[in-house]
């Protein structure tokens, strides 16, 4: 395969609409789950927590003003095939600046702080990103953007489990997490869960599972399994929508896996509110 | 239940006819102040020096605004998660504030200062910040301007929807929601 030449002034055009479109357009999957939740809730307040939640999604599109005033930080996976030659200039600075321009010119707060353990200075245009980029076969470049909130990230949790803990324990972890996080990450929540792999890696994983839309069944029907499960029960705890008391806490589970040391049993739940921004684009 | 008006500045005989569950709409006079503001206000306490605002009844809304566009009065504004200002509310309290609009959890101590101070939480809907800046007329900077989406303003609602989580009697709406819905 020849190698094809890519401006990364496309990868910043790229990047800068979605900023912007994720922030604007609840994306229909998430759209449609919340108007199922709405149906399936029993509490009353549940219900018109959903209805306010699908009025301010109309809002937010018709207006072009945000869905939620925090708009997050700006998680990016890159997968960029190995055919790719990326020209012009530095792919993690076209990324960035595409964060900049999306965030200015689409009236987005800035919610990244620098010298986080003292100074807390904003950086003023919401860089940088966090960026996962990972090289993959093929002459395609595909960027997932997410748009990720502070309020739900703070309630993620990440438990290096004893192997002897089995399921049970995986399952006690991410229930002991929601449990915990109550009405603070803006239920209905969607759980992304990362098994396996490392303390590093686990955490991307959790990441990554976030990144699917709602509805969609795992490939692998044992973990689809498990995804069910661990639904079912979390919508058990009683939360609700918006922690008022409801049967819809969770939207849907993701749990994306690899295999882990003899030693470890690394788990990562990372809990997004119902506002689960999230775009894809190819280049 | 029907809606309960209320308005600002709040006194403690409106405050003590709030219960867990009403469901309000507010008009008047709130302010915004999230965590950074906070921090500034009780450091102003404890030095004695003069607040950006009366604490006198006062309501203040945790919440950072995205940027508005040319000619609206805000961005998107919709509530942040309240227990990052636990360590500071009940001082505030203790200096006259009695209402504060959030999302989330408090801690033992907020909850045991608004009984002992008279003083209500109520939460708006997270995530529905677009809809919420629609109940937001009026818009005006007051302290901290360099702190951005973090300074403090004073904003004037209009039929404002929350849910009244802590009254001043104790109760907790996030607890009894919870029990009620809760099959295990």
């Known amino acids: ?283 | 239940m029907a809606t309960k008006k209320i308005t600002t500045p709040l006194t403690d005989e409106v405050v003590r006819g709030l219960r867990a569950g009403d469901e309000v709409e507010i008009t008047g006079v709130i302010y915004q102040a999230r965590d950074s503001a906070h921090k500034r206000i009780v450091a102003l306490i404890e030095s004695g020096d003069p607040l950006p605002f009366d604490m006198q009844g006062a309501v203040i809304y945790y919440m950072g605004p995205s940027p508005a566009r040319p000619g609206k009065v805000i961005g998107s504004a919709g509530p942040t998660t309240s227990g990052r200002m636990d360590v500071y509310a009940p001082t505030l309290m203790a200096h006259g504030l009695k209402g504060m609009i959030g999302k989330g959890l408090r801690t033992p101590e907020v909850k045991a200062a608004m009984r002992e101070h008279t003083a209500v939480y109520l939460a708006a809907t997270g995530g529905a910040g677009a809809l919420l800046a629609q109940r937001i007329v009026g818009n005006e900077t007051i302290a901290w301007p360099e702190l951005g989406a973090e300074a403090v303003a004073r904003l004037e609602v209009r039929d404002f929807p929350a849910i009244v989580v802590n009254d001043c009697y104790g109760a907790d709406l996030y607890e009894e929601g919870r029990a009620r819905y809760a099959k295990s």
């Open chain 1, 1 to 283: 395969m020849a190698v094809r030449e890519l401006d990364v002034a496309a990868v910043t055009a790229a990047v800068k609409a979605m900023c912007m479109e994720v922030n604007y357009d609840l994306p229909d999957d998430v759209y449609e789950a919340l108007k199922a939740g709405k149906a399936a809730e029993e509490s009353a307040v549940g219900k018109a927590v959903f209805d306010q939640l699908v009025e301010n999604a109309d809002i937010a599109r018709r207006d072009r003003v945000p869905i939620c005033q925090d708009t997050g930080f700006a998680v990016i996976f890159a997968e960029v095939g190995q055919e790719v030659h990326l020209a012009g200039g530095d792919f993690a600075a076209a990324i960035n600046e595409g964060v900049r321009q999306g965030y200015g010119e689409g009236y987005l707060r800035k919610s990244i702080a620098e010298e986080p353990a003292q100074a807390r200075r904003n950086t003023r245009d919401n860089t940088p990103a966090v960026i996962h980029t990972n090289i993959v076969p093929g002459d395609k470049v595909t960027l997932t953007m997410m748009a990720k909130g502070g309020g739900a990230e703070n309630m993620s949790s990440l438990n290096m489990l004893k192997p002897s803990q089995g399921w049970a324990g995986m399952v006690q972890a991410v229930l002991d997490t929601v449990s915990k996080a109550g009405a603070n990450p803006c239920p209905p929540i969607v759980i992304g869960v990362g098994i396996g792999g490392t303390i590093d890696m686990v955490t991307v994983l959790a990441k990554k599972a976030l990144m699917r839309d709602i509805g969609s069944k795992h490939t692998d029907e044992r973990i689809a399994d498990m995804e069910t499960e661990l639904l079912e029960k979390i919508n058990a705890l009683g939360i609700g929508p918006q922690g008022l008391g409801g049967t819809q806490t969770c939207l849907a589970v993701f749990i994306e896996e690899m295999p882990c040391h003899i030693a470890s049993m690394p788990i990562a739940v990372n809990v997004q509110c119902h506002a689960q921004r999230h775009k894809t684009v190819t280049l």
